[in-house]
Nanobody
Framework: QVQLAESGGGLVQAGGSLRLSCAAS????????MGWYRQAPGQQRELVAQ???????NYADSVKDRFTISRDNGKNTVYLQMNNLKPEDTGVYYC???????????????WGQGTQVTVSS
């Protein structure tokens, strides 16, 4: 069973930066697609950034050129560097790990508990 532990959230002023980290347990990290999602109050959870096992990235339009997702397979950790933060970036940020389970022929996903990011204007 995979467990994901996020850290690095907090309160920051607009224009500031934060770096989120997500440490994963288990042995499938290097073959997983890792992602960060966020959920603002009263809103649906949305994809912020995604990084495949092959290094391909995908970003929400609202964070392009401001956020960077990266991973360290040796540490089983994925990061989200967030620069030039805006009040609309406020929300709970969740780490996500997905992989194709070949034994069961299905896509499996795991979620962290989330970390709060609050950007003040």
């Amino acid at each position: 069973q995979v467990q994901l532990a996020e850290s690095g959230g907090g309160l920051v002023q607009a224009g500031g930066s934060l770096r989120l980290s997500c440490a994963a347990s288990g042995s499938i990290f290097s073959i997983s697609t890792m992602g960060w999602y966020r959920q603002a109050p009263g809103q649906q959870r949305e994809l912020v950034a995604q990084l495949t096992r092959g290094g391909s990235t995908n970003y929400a339009d609202s964070v392009k050129d401001r956020f960077t997702i990266s991973r360290d397979n040796g540490k089983n950790t994925v990061y989200l560097q967030m620069n030039n933060l805006k009040p609309e970036d406020t929300g709970v940020y969740y780490c996500n790990q997905g992989w194709w389970n070949t034994a069961w022929s299905k896509w499996e996903m795991y979620w962290g508990q989330g970390t709060q990011v609050t950007v003040s204007s």
